[in-house]
């Protein structure tokens, strides 16, 4: 019998993890080494600080050197699986430029310092928004396909020195139809009724492998999210806090009842 392994996350302004790297200079999100770690395809709301940061990471790009860190936010995404890369962000107000850089090597920080990184997309359109699309624009350029493993930083750049939130949505769409297994297991019930809302998502995973398992799941002890359920990933907007009781019936899996804060 396999142990299924439940994974409850609390975005109630879309969470997102600062990342570590061995060549720690500033833990600013103003900066690449501070940058946010996106661990996976979503809805995510981020803050500009209103600051630069403490490093110039463009230095040793004379291409950038008109482009100035006046109020920049960092994060990085690495793809679980091949697939195509896109993104939409936008302000409620302000300008938003976008850089993206790629390297062969696991330091990434380190090759945009040293000029070595390659710029894989740039958008300086001065609009409130930007990203990435199959539908190009002035405002958006082409997706990018990226292979299993690999890590992209990505620096958003807001003209106006002011902490302005930011909702993105960052979603890898997987073109290796060989190599979905992953995918096959895996079904999404989202009860959001916003796209940007703030949210609760609980997660059904193999406790050994980390596959999606798609199973009964029932909530109960919430009047606004008690129900039996399908799926492999839920995303909820509860109207108050408070603790539920989650069960799970999936075949060949075991798995004990639990209580948790919602």
């Known amino acids: 019998m396999r142990k299924l392994l439940l994974i409850l996350s609390f975005l109630f302004t879309c969470s ?33 600080t209103g600051k630069s940061g403490k490093i110039n990471d463009f230095v040793a790009y004379p291409s950038l ?9 960092w994060c990085s ?14 302000v409620a107000d302000g300008e938003l430029d976008l850089l993206i850089f790629e390297t062969q090597s696991r330091t990434i920080c380190n090759d945009i310092l040293s ?4 710029i894989a997309r740039i958008i300086k359109a001065g609009e409130n928004r930007v990203g990435l699309s199959l539908i190009a624009a002035s405002n958006t350029l082409y997706p990018l396909e990226l292979e299993a493993g690999k ?38 019930v989202d009860l959001r009724p916003e796209k940007f809302t703030h949210y609760s998502t609980i997660q059904l995973r193999d406790a050994l492998t980390g596959n999606p398992v798609t199973a009964k799941m029932t909530i109960s002890g919430m009047k606004s999210v008690t129900a039996l359920y399908y799926g492999s ?28 804060p919602l």
């Open 233 to 260: 990933d839920f995303y909820f907007c509860p109207e108050k806090s408070g603790k539920i009781t989650i069960s799970v019936d999936a075949a060949g899996y075991f798995f004990v009842d639990k209580e948790e």
């Open 65 to 73: 050197d008109k482009t100035v860190e006046k109020n920049s936010l």
């Open 77 to 90: 995404f690495k793809a679980p699986f091949k697939g195509r890369f896109t993104l939409d962000a936008i």
């Open 115 to 118: 000029g070595k990184a390659e």
């Open 16 to 48: 997102v993890f600062g990342q570590d790297t061995e060549w720690k200079l500033s833990e600013s999100i103003a900066d690449c080494t501070g940058a946010s770690n996106i661990l996976q395809s979503g809805t995510y709301t981020l803050e500009f």
């Open 151 to 188: 890590e992209i930083m990505i620096c958003f750049l807001l003209r106006q020195k002011a902490k302005a939130k930011m909702d993105v949505q960052f979603y890898l769409e997987p073109i290796d139809l060989s190599n979905t297994d992953k995918d096959e297991n895996s079904k999404v």
